[in-house]
């Protein structure tokens, strides 16, 4: 034990943080390893961010985010005071976990899932209880009807990308009426169906989103919730307890175009969905696994050779893709889908790679 | 008790958050209530910021903001490894109150200070021990020897303005070495000497800053600790439990810009500065007894008029100014140093709505 030890909150200790995935210096990279959109922001987003960078910077933003709230309750047909803001989704699902799941009861989780889920628990003193996904790596909304101080499914799930049906998602609800349900939508614009439209019907769901994967603004931090006016205020309660001004002027204006830009945001979703299903049909040729994924990554695996190398072997030609050492997905990456010609380079250096194995089962099968 | 009541986890119960001062919509307003800076933020970082809203918004930020970790321990002589950045200086302080205070002892502030350092004592359990001001308002540092979790001191304090000299603060941290003190300088730029150049001798000092007050960026959310590698550690281990990215990319680049125009920073705080001792003799000149301020506002009372009242005659002249309904300070208004035009326009409406005493005064004394 070091001499300032003494200095940190004992609760920090044994904490194990969240990594986040690399963000390499220099060029000449093909990023697929953090899910970032291959496409640029709306260049509306980006010209109204450019018009608030003036002197107005000079005073605290709306501390309450008004005019764009505004603008997320009418997209998803919700009053003002169902929508909440914050730094990135990390930070809003980090006070729903500090502000909804804190009961002194476990919070179920997917065994499989966003790592970030249990460190939350960790931070707030939460018991995590890791629900297994069955053997082809679905949630079976059955098993999380235990008694529970909260359930957290993302969907579609990350990192399978396989996407949950509302109708499963309804069931659970119906059954799990005592403990809030966050449904972790980062990946929802990519297939899958909103639960936002369960909103009025269910006072205990959460819904959570982000900018920075379908609306390309990973560098901005924009996420917001949507949920029941009274979960909302338990955020709200959270953050003025925290930060009273999370999102600065650039992200509050920046968001709030890029969520208007309808045209845009249907143009690169559409684009990646098309680059997903041709990449997993040509993974598929290579001799990958892949799950079907409604997201904007591909969880796949190839039974002859090891993630971790192939990780390792794709980095040297400067393609970065993620490998997660954790039980049941050691063997597999996953690879976010990057604009159609960064698709067709991973390809090309996978053909590359596994050639050897192409050939000699060529001649196996021969 | 709301039917909804049972979602919201317990410790939330009861917590009274932080209010943050009013953000007027509309033009006219001379806003002398928040502190902002009357100018506005250097033209340099404008122009940064402007660079930065590009395509490459669709990435994530550097997750550890390196090069503004760099520019911050270049001009303060120390490594990068003993400064933390996050969104905003509350953002800071609520990471140090998590992982640097929380000990099951109380944490110590001055009864008049930043009315937020209770409440992130609320928000993380911990008991906020108030230790009072003398009363000329100063902070007797002799007061704080007692068992604590940690001390927290603003300096110069707020609402009060008054430095406490660095002197005193090295008597106090020769003698308080088991737990944490943390000197929240969002006003050291206005005329106090800043604690950072005890933190190679002192590894239990953490010093916060901000970009809102001297660098005109309130509007973009920086803040900063410095402090001994361990102390870093412990902020960095929470923040990596709570939000990956804190600041955005237009922030980190503003950010990074801002500190290095250190034309712009001399001119602009010596204006304020100016303004300040301008304000303080006129309202002196007003009846108004000022408390000496090292900061970009002054605390005043006037003995013949409620500072509720005045708050609101000024209002309606659509003048902003802050009053703190609490004990001890309930007399007085903080008012903001604007620009001096905006100083002018202030003395202009108080001397209008205090005429009737003055001139009651006048006869009085005739």
Not at 220 to 242: E, N, P, Y
Request: net charge negative; aromatic share 8%; charged share 20%.
């Amino acid at each position: 034990m070091k001499d300032t030890d003494r200095f940190w909150s004992p609760a920090l200790r044994g904490l194990r943080a969240y990594t986040p995935g690399e963000q390499p210096q220099g060029d000449g990279w093909i990023k697929l390893n953090t899910n970032e959109n291959p496409y640029p922001p709306s260049a509306l987003a980006l010209q109204r961010m450019a018009e608030v960078v003036n002197d107005s910077l000079r005073l605290y933003p709306d501390p309450q985010a008004l005019a764009l709230r505004e603008t997320i309750a009418g997209q998803h047909g919700l009053q003002v005071d169902q929508v909440f803001v914050g730094n990135g989704s990390d930070e809003v699902l980090a006070h729903a976990f500090m502000g909804l799941l804190r009961h002194g009861r476990p919070v179920l989780v997917p065994d499989i899932s966003y790592s970030f889920y249990p460190v939350y628990c960790g931070l707030y003193g939460i018991t995590c209880q890791q629900v297994p996904l069955d053997d082809d790596f679905r949630v079976r909304v059955a098993d999380y009807l235990q008694p529970n101080g909260g359930v957290v499914l993302p969907n579609p799930n990350a990192p399978t990308g396989i996407v949950l049906p509302l109708d499963a998602l309804r069931w659970l609800l119906e059954r799990n009426t005592e403990s809030v349900v966050v449904i972790d939508e980062a990946y929802v614009d990519f297939g899958a169906e909103s639960a936002a439209a369960l909103i009025n019907e269910f006072p205990q769901l959460l819904v959570i989103q982000t900018l920075s994967k379908s609306r390309a603004l990973a560098g901005l931090r924009v996420g917001f919730a949507l949920g029941h006016a009274d979960l909302i205020r338990a955020l709200t309660t959270v953050k003025d307890s925290f930060n009273s001004y999370p999102l600065d002027r650039v992200a509050l204006a920046g968001a709030q175009a890029a969520l208007a830009d309808q045209a845009h945001f249907t143009d690169t979703t559409q684009r990646i969905v098309a680059s997903r299903e041709w990449l997993a049909t040509r993974l598929a040729a290579l001799g990958f696994e892949c799950l079907p994924s409604s997201a904007n990554f591909l969880l796949a695996r190839h039974p002859q050779r090891s993630a971790a190398q192939l990780q390792q072997a794709l980095r040297e030609r400067k393609i970065l893709v993620r490998h997660f050492n954790q039980p049941r997905i050691a063997d597999h990456l996953r690879i976010t889908v990057g604009s159609q010609a960064e698709c067709e380079a991973l390809v090309d250096a996978l053909s590359d790679l596994l050639a050897p194995i192409q050939n000699a089962n060529e001649v196996a099968s021969a």
